[in-house]
């Protein structure tokens, strides 16, 4: 089945802990993102990546890294988790950048303490 | 700096009824605009619109594109309660890769 997946669905964690939310697709998509989506501030990109070692800044990268280094997977760091990072975070991807439609993992719920 | 705005932010409808949901926007070099749907889980898409005037039809929802005054509109005709979502439209920009979504509008279809 194709899909986006992401790990974990939920996670609390305390000021300053590094972390890492894992997203994986296996449909040989060649750009992925980066979401987190707040009440009244709607979706809002943080980083993506055009194909492997490829990245770039989103609207809201503070805080935030990347890393592409396979195709099929574009994991997320927190290195120093701060509360404003409490958010629901999506994971998506698609063909390419042409504007085809992008799938969006499940979702992680990130609560920092 | 490219702007997303979609209107109304929230509407409540009673089943049946028809809704118009807005959604103007400014990119510089526009390519598609994609509509999405959310639920209580991540978005699904809908549409992707490319042209102006040609309306994309699913079912009771539909959409279309006006390049030239930088809208959409997405109807839904005889409403029901699984209807109610936040809806999201994203332009797609040929000058770069980053995708803008709008703040959605928040629909709930009551019985």
């Known amino acids: 089945e194709a899909q986006v997946t992401q790990n974990p669905r939920y996670l609390i964690t305390v000021t300053g802990k590094k972390l890492t939310v894992t997203c994986s697709q296996n449909m040989n998509h060649e750009y992925m993102s980066w979401y987190r989506q707040d009440p009244g501030l709607g979706l809002r990109q943080i980083y993506y990546?055009?194909?492997?070692?490829?990245?770039d800044k989103g609207d809201v990268p503070e805080g935030y890294k990347v890393s592409r280094k396979e195709k099929r997977n574009f994991p997320l760091i927190l290195e120093s988790p701060s509360p404003n990072q409490t958010s629901l975070y999506f994971c998506?991807?698609?063909?390419?950048?042409?504007?085809?439609?992008?799938?969006f993992g499940p979702g992680t719920r990130l609560t920092v303490t | 700096e490219d702007k997303v705005v979609q209107s109304p932010l929230s509407l409540v409808v009673h089943e049946g009824d028809t809704v118009t949901l807005n959604c103007s926007y400014e990119?510089?070099?526009?390519?598609?605009l994609l509509w999405y749907k959310q639920e209580k889980k991540a978005p699904t898409f809908l549409f992707m619109l490319t042209s102006s005037g040609i309306e994309k039809k699913s079912g009771r929802l539909s959409s279309i594109l006006d390049k030239k005054e930088l809208f959409s509109i997405l109807n839904i005709t005889a409403t029901q309660t699984g209807d109610s979502a936040i809806y999201l439209c994203a332009p797609n920009s040929n000058s770069g890769y980053a995708l803008n979504f709008g703040k959605g509008t928040s629909l709930l279809v009551t019985p």
């Open positions: 998506a991807s698609s063909l390419d950048t042409s504007g085809y439609e992008q799938y």
């Open positions: 990546s055009m194909n492997v070692e490829v990245t």
């Open positions: 990119v510089t070099n526009f390519r598609s």
